[in-house]
């Protein structure tokens, strides 16, 4: 992709803080955090949406976010950490190139997520929306 600015960094067109290479991932420093520490593990292929990238690859991209995460723990002295994959603009996907987010949190650092919890009109509602996701399930 040529105008995909992770495939870029890949490439070492653009520069990038890197945290960790193999041969199939590439893990870097967010340069907009939303917690200094934040870092994007993204395959080196140019990969996207999530439907269409290979399992063995998104095993891959979450293991490294596992790793990520721990030396978020260690290095860091995080008291947690999100592990994010926005997928479609819907979903704030801002990069159409798979990445997961691994952020480092800390007991204060005063980010809060927006998380409005709904609700089901009732239990149908929510069965009626099971049912279409086990139907497309069955036919993989």
Known sequence: MNNCIFCKIV????????????????VFMDIGPIIKGHALVIPKK??????ETPDDLIA????TAK???QAQMNGL?????NIMQNNGKAAGQEVEHIHVHVIPRFD???HHWNWNAKKYDNVEEMNDLADKLRSQLERR
Request: aromatic residues 0%.
């Open 11 to 26: 490439a070492q067109e653009i520069p990038a803080t890197i945290i960790h290479e193999d041969d199939d991932v590439l």
């Open 60 to 63: 891959k991209l979450h293991i």
């Open 67 to 69: 790793r990520i995460a």
């Open 46 to 51: 140019h990969c996207d949406p999530v439907g």
């Open 108 to 110: 204060k650092d005063g």
């Open 77 to 81: 002295g995080a008291d947690g950490v």
